[in-house]
């Protein structure tokens, strides 16, 4: 996407206002955005929004000829995956993995087959996919015999008899 030139100008006048010269103000743009400058094509209107955010909290939560508060605001709305990892990392919990099991998980040919190596990097849609087979597992897991006691780690047996993300099941019980 190319900002327009609206969206350039607003950009520099932030940094302005934050009082950040040119060299602090293209590593913000490094930082946050992966550009290095604001004409750089790969520049997407989400990363625009978390520049103009953090700029905007650079000035108290003030730019110049925007409502307090307006950019963070935006910022908040900008990825709905935010939500999804959130609710997956929940439910990971809640099964006693961690973080790398659960991105264990994601990457194991139950799941995405390799498509993402890490939460990070999954689309919505596939967070979706990954939420639901948590809740699945979890489900089945509270309906044996003394659930309740979480797991300490998700490992390849773990994967081999879980659901499948693509609905198909196993016969065998998963080992909680």
């Not at 520049?43 to 003030?62: D, H, K, P, Q, S």
């Not at 015999?145 to 499948?164: H, K, M, S, W, Y």
Request: contains cysteine; proline residues 4%; glycine residues 8%.
């Amino acid at each position: 996407m190319h900002l327009s030139k609206g969206q350039k100008y607003a950009v520099h006048a932030a940094a302005r206002a934050a009082q950040y010269d040119d060299a602090r103000y293209r590593q913000v743009l490094r930082r946050l955005a992966g550009v290095r400058s604001s004409t750089d094509p790969r520049l997407t209107r989400e990363n625009f929004i978390r520049v103009m955010a953090f700029f905007e909290g650079e000035c108290a939560g003030r730019l110049p000829g925007f409502s307090p508060g307006y950019w963070f605001g935006q910022d908040l709305r900008t990825d709905p995956g935010d939500s999804l990892r959130f609710a997956c990392r929940r439910e990971a919990a809640a099964l006693g993995w961690t973080d790398e099991d659960l991105d264990r998980f994601l990457a194991s040919d139950r799941c995405s087959s390799g498509r993402f190596a890490r939460l990070a990097d999954a689309s919505n849609y596939w967070l979706s996919r990954l939420l639901d087979a948590l809740k699945a597992i979890r489900g089945r897991a509270s309906a044996r015999p003394g659930a309740g006691v979480p797991r300490t780690a998700f490992n390849a047996e773990d994967a081999e008899n879980a659901e499948n993300i693509e609905g198909e099941t196993e016969d065998a019980e998963v080992p909680f």
